[in-house]
């Protein structure tokens, strides 16, 4: 992955090409070394943070697939919100896919998906979403969860976007927030047909954080 | 040609309208205590007071552009809102009150950086759209070009509580998107990836 946006890499000889070490004195080029080590241990503590904020990226949105899995596998949703709703589940595992990536080649180990409806449900009690999974009782009910946890993926994104360093990360958890938001626009519109102030409330979109 | 936002033309009154729905971006970040400190951050007006210190006039620029953007969206939903049938003009009303509340925030962040925003266009291009499908149209298409260009932005503004507040107001054009791609008869998110070229 590129490190576009992060702190600019200093090498040994870049340093060299600055002038640090150019008048080849014992103490420049102890000088340089130094330089040369509080920049690797910033550049690692930026990777760092940013395999940090991933992790928790891949988290929240294994989440959100495994809730699209098991609703869409059940017969709770009507023909209309099945039809708005089954295409959203791919871009869930789209934003899995290449943030695992991302977030592997920083060094990280992507998090395991929920094991089981029990374990998703103590996730989303974790993260203050009042459904569960384990307790729906028909289509409406299903549509609330989704757009509950849509809006935490959102949360999540934004507050990320708050923390991440490098800058093509930023890029790709905004498209990515924007993505996850047009998934809560058209669950509010399965559940409000034809009321854009009830299925996009707030000119400005943060999600729950 | 009606610009739309002399709705909203001054700074005090869309902030105070943003205060009393308590939704802003502002506010959102103050939560994190990242505009403000202290007894600051807890207020939402101490809050907004203080978001002026987070903002760079270097990015004032970029700001303004966006701004001139959502001005000339706002023009479009002004243009085009009279010739919808329902229920896309009640939806088209709510767009517009959300793109006024873009232009609202982007001039607080202008103000919040010491600059001076960008002064409004006697008139926009808008293709002289005659139809709900056109109208649509027009408005689908300055969606797609915000959201381009937010993009384009966000990796250029510093720092990160400016980038989180502008792309709250780009999630916003994307969920405008989707909703408007619905209302054409299309799929409302084709793509995992928001870019603004579908």
Same mark, same amino acid.
């Given at each position: 992955?590129? !490190? ?8 040994? $000889?870049?340093?060299? #090409? ?11 080029? !102890?000088?340089?070394?130094?330089? +040369? ?5 910033? !550049? ?11 992790? $928790? ?11 699209? !899995? ?46 089981? =409806? ?25 549509? /609330?969860?989704? +757009? ?9 994104? /934004? ?10 990360? %930023? ?39 | 040609? %009606? ?28 939560? /994190?205590? =990242?505009?403000g400190c202290g007894s600051a951050a807890k207020t ?11 903002? $760079?006039?270097?990015? %004032? ?17 002004? #243009? ?16 517009l009150d959300e793109e006024l509340e873009h232009t ?6 202008? @103000?919040?950086? @010491? ?14 759209? $005659? ?34 507040? %502008? ?32």
């Open positions: 992955m590129s !490190e576009a946006g992060a702190t600019p890499r200093l090498t040994r $000889r870049r340093l060299l #090409a600055l002038g640090v070490g150019s008048p080849v004195l014992a103490v420049g080029l !102890e000088g340089a070394q130094l330089a +040369l080590a509080t920049a690797a241990h910033a !550049e690692s503590g930026v990777r760092l943070a940013d395999a940090d904020r991933l992790r $928790r990226l891949v988290s929240v949105e294994l989440l959100m697939l495994y809730c699209y !899995e098991h609703v869409l596998a059940g017969s709770l949703l009507d023909a209309r919100s099945r039809r708005l709703i089954t295409p959203l589940r791919a871009h869930e595992q789209a934003h899995v896919r290449v943030l695992s990536a991302h977030l592997t080649a920083l060094g990280g180990t992507p998090p395991a998906p929920p094991a089981s =409806v029990k374990e998703a449900d103590r996730n989303l009690a974790r993260r203050g979403v009042a459904g569960r999974l384990g307790q729906l009782t028909g289509g409406r009910d299903a549509l /609330f969860l989704l +757009l509950a946890v849509e809006k935490v993926v959102v949360g999540a994104y /934004f507050v990320a976007l708050i923390k991440l360093n490098d800058l093509q990360l %930023v890029t790709l958890a905004a498209q990515i927030m924007a993505n996850d938001a047009q998934h809560e626009a058209l669950v509010g519109e399965a559940l409000y047909p034809g009321d854009a102030q009830k299925a996009v409330p707030s000119g400005l979109v943060q999600g729950t954080q | 040609m %009606v610009t739309g936002d002399e709705q909203a033309p001054a700074f005090p009154a869309p902030r105070r309208a943003l205060l009393k729905r308590a939704s802003g971006a502002v506010l959102g970040l103050a939560a /994190f205590g =990242v505009v939402g007006q101490q809050s907004v007071k203080n978001a002026p210190q987070s903002v $760079r006039s270097g990015d %004032v620029a970029l700001l303004n552009g966006l701004l001139d953007l959502e001005r000339h969206t706002v023009a479009a939903y002004t #243009a085009g809102i009279p010739l919808l049938l329902h229920p896309e003009a009640k939806t088209a009303r709510q767009f609202g925030e982007l001039l607080s962040l202008i @103000k919040a950086a @010491k600059g001076i925003p960008i002064a409004r266009r006697a008139s926009y291009d808008l293709a002289h759209p $005659r139809s709900a499908a056109d109208a649509l149209s027009l408005l689908h298409s300055l969606e797609r070009a915000q959201i381009t260009a937010y993009l384009g932005a966000l990796p250029r503004l510093s720092p990160g509580t400016v980038r989180a507040a %502008v792309a709250s107001i780009l999630t916003s054009d994307a969920q405008h998107v989707a909703i408007l791609r619905l209302a054409q008869g299309e799929v409302g998110a084709p793509s995992a990836f928001v870019t603004g070229h579908e």
